[in-house]
C-alpha cells in the first residue's frame, strides 16, 4: 500500500464507518494520547521502567498503527499529501544534514 492509498483507505473508512472526522483539534489531541501510548510501551519495553500489570496485552505495532491512523485523518483534514511532504521533509534533511551527522563525533563509534 502507498501512503496515497493508505490516505483513501483512511478517507473511505471514515466517511463510512466513522460517520465523519472529529475536527482537526480534537484529532490533535487523539494523535498526542497515541504517542503517549507509544512512548509507555517503549519506557517499558526498551527503557528502565517495568510493565504494570494492566500492560500486559498491549501491542507496540497495533499503538504505532493508531498513531499513523490520527496523523492520516490530519493530513486528510488538511489537505497534505504525504507522499509528497514525506519526499521535500526528505529532501530538506539530505541538504541540511549532508555532513552533519558524519562529523558528529556522538555517533563514532
Known sequence: ???????????????????RYFNELTNTAI????????????????????F????????LADEMADVFFVLI????QTGIDLHDALLKNLEKKSIRDA??????????S
Open 52 to 59: 504494570k500489570k494492566s500492560d500486559e496485552a498491549v501491542n
Open 1 to 19: 500500500m502507498t501512503i496515497k492509498e493508505a490516505q483513501e483507505i483512511v478517507d473511505k473508512w471514515i466517511n463510512s464507518t466513522g460517520i
Open 99 to 108: 555532513d552533519r551527522h558524519k562529523n558528529n563525533e556522538k555517533l563514532k
Open 31 to 50: 494523535l498526542m494520547e497515541e504517542v503517549g501510548e507509544v512512548a509507555r510501551i517503549m519506557a517499558r519495553q526498551y527503557g528502565e521502567q517495568s
Open 73 to 76: 485523518c490530519l493530513a486528510n
